[in-house]
C-alpha cells in the first residue's frame, strides 16, 4: 500500500497556511496557528486519529480568530481528501464517540465524496482561551466541505466547553482515523464503482 500523504499551501489575503499530513503516521504533530487553544485541540486530533500533522499558520489574528480557524478547516479537508485519492479499500462509514468528565460528543462520518456537515456543539461560553466558542463548529464544517465528507457531530450532554471542544475532536478523530483504515487494497467502498 503506498503512503497516504498530502502538502496544502493555501494562501490568501487573510492567512498563510501549510499542512503537511500522513494518514498511515503515529499521532506526531507540530502545530503553530497562533491560537493556544486551537492548538492543543488539533494536537488531540492528531494523536487520537494517529494521523502525523503539520500544521503552520500565520493569520490575520488582529481581527480575530475566524479566518485562522476557518481556513484550517479547509486546508486540513483539503490534504484528507488528497492523501485519501481514490478512496479505494477505505471502511468509509465510522462513528466516534468521546467523553471528557461530564462531556460526551458523537461524531459519525461517511466518506461519502459528498460534502455535508451537520454540528449541535451547543457551549454556554463565548470563548475557550483565544478561540471562540463559534468557531469550532465553523472548523468542522469547512474540513467537511473541502474532505468530500458527510459529518454528523453532536454534543450528547455537557457543560463545560473547553470540555465540549475536546471531546468532540477527540471524536471526531476517532471516527476518522477508523473511515480512513484500509480494509482491502482493491475496491472503492459504493456500489457505484466511485466515491
Not at 500500500?1 to 489575503?13: G, H, P
Not at 479499500?89 to 468528565?101: I, N, S
Not at 462520518?109 to 455535508?116: A, E, M, Q
Not at 483565544?130 to 455537557?158: K, M, Q, W, Y
Request: include cysteine; hydrophobic fraction near 40%; charged fraction near 25%.
Amino acid at each position: 500500500m503506498q503512503t497516504r500523504i498530502a502538502e496544502i499551501v493555501r494562501k490568501t489575503s487573510e492567512t498563510d497556511i501549510r499542512v503537511n499530513l500522513c494518514l498511515d503516521g503515529t499521532g506526531k504533530s507540530e502545530i503553530s496557528t497562533g491560537i493556544g487553544m486551537f492548538d492543543h485541540l488539533l494536537t488531540a486530533f492528531a494523536r487520537h486519529a494517529r494521523f502525523d500533522l503539520s500544521i503552520v499558520c500565520s493569520g490575520d489574528l488582529h481581527i480575530d480568530d475566524h479566518h485562522t480557524a476557518e481556513d484550517c478547516g479547509l486546508a486540513i479537508g483539503q490534504a484528507i481528501d488528497q492523501a485519501l485519492a481514490k478512496r479505494v479499500g477505505v471502511v468509509r462509514f465510522a462513528t466516534g464517540h468521546a467523553p471528557l468528565d461530564e462531556a460526551l460528543v458523537r461524531t459519525v462520518i461517511d466518506l461519502s465524496g459528498r460534502s455535508g456537515a451537520w454540528v449541535e456543539l451547543p457551549m454556554q461560553r463565548e470563548r475557550i482561551g483565544e478561540l471562540s466558542c463559534e468557531n469550532v463548529p465553523h472548523f468542522f464544517r469547512s474540513l467537511a466541505s473541502t474532505a468530500r465528507l458527510t459529518l454528523h457531530l453532536d454534543l450528547i450532554r455537557g457543560e463545560n466547553a473547553h470540555h465540549i471542544a475536546e471531546a468532540a475532536f477527540k471524536s471526531f478523530a476517532i471516527a476518522i482515523r477508523e473511515a480512513t483504515r484500509v480494509c482491502n487494497d482493491a475496491e472503492v467502498p459504493s456500489t457505484k464503482g466511485t466515491l
